[in-house]
């Protein structure tokens, strides 16, 4: 379960880029500001996941 939840993670990270970007590069502030609310979510659904790694072993 802990690989299914590492890897939400990072796939939410890589979307939450991808619409920042498409967001600046077309000048949609409020599109690049949910990417960065995207991103933001999977770096701490990451973190959860390291913090739980590390009291396991």
Excluded: L, Y
């Excluded at 690049?32 to 995207?38: S, T």
């Amino acid at each position: 379960m802990a690989k299914e939840e590492k890897a939400r993670a990072k796939a939410q990270q890589a979307k939450g880029k991808v619409q920042k970007e498409a967001g600046r590069a077309v000048g949609n502030e409020r599109m690049a500001a949910k990417g960065r609310a995207k991103q933001a979510e999977g770096d701490s659904r990451q973190a959860k996941e390291k913090t739980k790694d590390t009291f396991r072993g």
